[in-house]
């Protein structure tokens, strides 16, 4: 992640889920675990379970090395984590009892075995990842069991709480339970650019990967490619004739297509 603070509003704009977050930070700086943790907040508020690979440049330039470097890392995201779970539970709590008076045994059933489960998520890792060592992935089992459960209280709630409330408290449920997916982490030297080769080579694996990027691989219609250039025409265009031009270039482009498919 990069850009002047004062482009920073727009960056969630391109947040997706579907994407794979590069967090890059500096070895010599005072403030790396505080930048790090900027941008591993913004893109999980934003994205909650997203995947990213934290890159650590100027390696050599830290005392300890990369292993004393990820060490403390590592320690960094856990207590930032910790934090962020204990606001979110307060949060949560609370607009909970709010509405608590108004609901049913079974509600009240749900968010005891919710808590059970919450319980059973935390007692693994904080921070869900590919990598190996201490952050290891947490269950999908109960990932999926936390969102079912959260799905069914919902529905539950939805004559109970007003919907600005109901729509805070289905995002504040999401963030604690999709956790943030840090796939890898690694240095690179500014010396002899030393862990560039691992660097390349982890996110082709990791980019490769079905179950993280199912997407990846699928083919695009050639119509679809096509509307978007008439559509990019169109944006551009400053007279009304361009657009109506744009339409028709692009009804062309999907008559030329499909007969080129039907006579293969």
């Known amino acids: 992640a990069a850009g002047h603070t004062t482009y920073h509003a727009s960056h969630r704009m391109f947040m997706s889920r579907d994407a794979l977050y590069l967090n890059v930070v500096s070895a ?3 403030d790396a675990f505080t930048s790090m943790w900027k941008w591993m907040d913004l893109v999980q508020t934003a994205s909650p379970g997203s995947l990213m690979v934290i890159v650590i440049s100027k390696i050599d330039l830290s005392k300890g090395g990369l292993e004393d470097f990820i060490s403390k890392l590592k320690q960094s995201v856990k207590n930032a984590t910790q934090r962020v779970l204990a606001d979110l539970d307060t949060e949560i709590l609370t607009l909970e009892d709010s509405v608590a008076k108004k609901m ?7 968010r005891d ?9 935390d007692s693994g890792t904080l921070v869900t990842t590919y990598d190996a060592g201490e952050w290891k992935p947490a269950g999908k089992r109960v990932v999926a069991q936390m969102e079912q459960l959260h799905e069914e209280m919902e529905k539950l709630e939805k004559d109970a709480i007003d919907s ?23 240095g690179i030297s500014s010396v002899d650019g030393d862990g560039l080769d691992v660097l390349a080579a982890s996110l082709v694996d990791i980019m490769s990967k079905d179950d993280l990027f199912p997407h990846l691989g699928l083919k695009v219609p050639l119509n679809y490619a096509a509307l978007e250039r008439c559509m990019a025409r169109k944006l551009v265009g400053e007279r009304a004739t361009e657009a109506t031009e744009a339409v028709a270039d692009w009804e062309v482009a999907c008559a030329a297509h499909h007969r080129r498919m039907a006579q293969e």
Request: hydrophobic share 30%.
């Open 164 to 186: 600005i409330k109901g729509t805070r408290l289905a995002y504040l449920r999401k963030l604690r339970t999709r956790r943030q997916r840090v796939v890898f982490c690694g």
């Open 104 to 110: 049913t045994t079974e509600w009240k059933n749900l």
């Open 113 to 121: 075995q919710r808590n059970s489960t919450l319980r059973e998520l």
């Open 28 to 30: 010599e700086t005072s």
